[in-house]
């Protein structure tokens, strides 16, 4: 059963920096993709970034103040966040493929205050 350990997040002002990191454990194999969702109160899980191995995309919102690491073949991605925004702030999840099926970390709070 794979397994998520994420690290990071916590709170920071606004224009302010933060950084999210994810490893995939207790499997042998490589995962296809790695990806990272959040979700505000009252909002649906959305995608925030993610990473296949061969490409990256982002969400507009997000789009060159997020910046997402991994390396292929390797089960670790991480998220810098630049410039963070208040409506940045939400619940951010990492999430794995493997074989079709997704695996969910358990989250982490950023909060980013005005």
């Known amino acids: 059963q794979v397994q998520l350990v994420e690290s990071g997040g916590g709170s920071v002002r606004a224009g302010g920096s933060l950084s999210l990191s994810c490893a995939a454990i207790?499997?042998?194999?490589?995962?296809?993709?790695m990806a990272w969702y959040r979700q505000s109160s009252g909002s649906q899980r959305e995608l925030v970034a993610a990473?296949?191995?061969?490409?990256?995309n982002y969400a507009d919102a997000v789009k060159g103040r997020f910046t997402i690491f991994g390396q292929k073949g390797k089960n670790l991605v991480s998220l810098e966040m630049n410039r963070l925004k208040p409506e940045d702030t939400g619940v951010y999840y990492c999430?794995?493929?493997?074989?079709?099926?997704?695996?969910w970390g358990q989250g982490t709070q950023v909060t980013v205050s005005s």
């Open positions: 207790k499997t042998d194999s490589r995962v296809d993709a």
């Open positions: 999430q794995a493929t493997l074989r079709g099926r997704a695996y």
């Open positions: 990473f296949t191995g061969d490409s990256t």
